[in-house]
């Protein structure tokens, strides 16, 4: 059975630089939709989070800003289903322990985003060093949206990063400010992943799905990205 290590932010806020708190957590799409479609392929789902604490929605994701009308209502219950499933996430410390040991291997680490992994996921170490093993072994990841931010924590003591040079997407500074975040925000997506050597790439039009390929790297730019990542990833390790 292929098994995917999906890890989440356990953030509930995003701290902007003037200092306040913005609330938050993961965007509730990008979770639910590659979730269950990796369920219905029938692939075995593992979640994870930094000290194993279970992840916060961003509440944002249930309402207007969720899309289509019923989108956020859907989303809203599709996440009362899967309760059981985000709370009790594996402790993130652990399960790189056990991949390091060989204890534990997984097919596929998938990053759902939101604004929750710009304040924790970004500077975790644990996530740091497993994003180094995949890409030093050439193995499957994926990250959504703002999950991408995540690539920050893998820069080497030599400020080297394993994902200089590569091709990728995430969130834009057009999306952002759409979000009327860009101007509070601490740093912007595209601008990081840019000064980290990241070829980035992103949709003609803010907010159009995109998804990036290259190699082992799996990328989306937005919620709207969420389908066709899952199904790509789907389609191209059914192979």
């Not at 890890?7 to 979730?35: R, S």
């Not at 080297?160 to 590569?166: D, L, V």
């Not at 990728?168 to 740093?187: Q, V």
Request: glycine fraction near 10%; hydrophobic fraction near 40%; aromatic fraction near 6%.
């Amino acid at each position: 059975m292929t098994s995917v290590l999906m890890i989440m932010t356990a953030a509930d806020h995003w701290t902007l630089n003037d200092g306040t708190k913005h609330p938050t957590g993961f965007w509730a799409e990008e979770f639910v939709v590659p979730y269950r479609k990796f369920v219905d392929a029938g692939w075995d789902v593992t979640i994870a989070t930094p000290g194993g604490v279970a992840p916060t929605v961003d509440e944002a994701s249930l309402g207007m800003a969720a899309g289509l009308p019923g989108t956020g209502k859907k989303m809203k219950a599709a996440l009362d289903e899967l309760a059981p499933v985000l709370g009790s996430p594996r402790v993130l410390a652990d399960v790189v322990s056990e991949i390091k040991s060989g204890a534990a291997s997984y097919d596929l680490v998938f990053y759902p985003g939101g604004h929750g992994p710009m304040e924790d996921l970004a500077a975790d170490s644990d996530s740091g060093e497993l994003l180094r093993m995949r890409m030093d072994a050439g193995q499957p990841l994926a990250l959504l949206c703002h999950a991408p931010a995540v690539i920050r924590a893998a820069t080497g003591d030599d400020g080297a990063s394993p994902f200089a040079g590569r091709r990728m997407t995430g969130f834009s500074n057009a999306e952002e400010r759409l979000n009327r975040l860009a101007d509070k925000a601490p740093w912007l997506l595209e601008d990081e992943l840019v000064r980290l050597g990241v070829d980035y790439d992103k949709a003609l039009v803010p907010l159009a799905s995109n998804v990036v390929v290259d190699g082992n790297l799996y990328t989306g730019q937005n919620p709207k990205s969420s389908e066709k990542l899952a199904e790509r990833v789907i389609g191209d390790l059914s192979k």
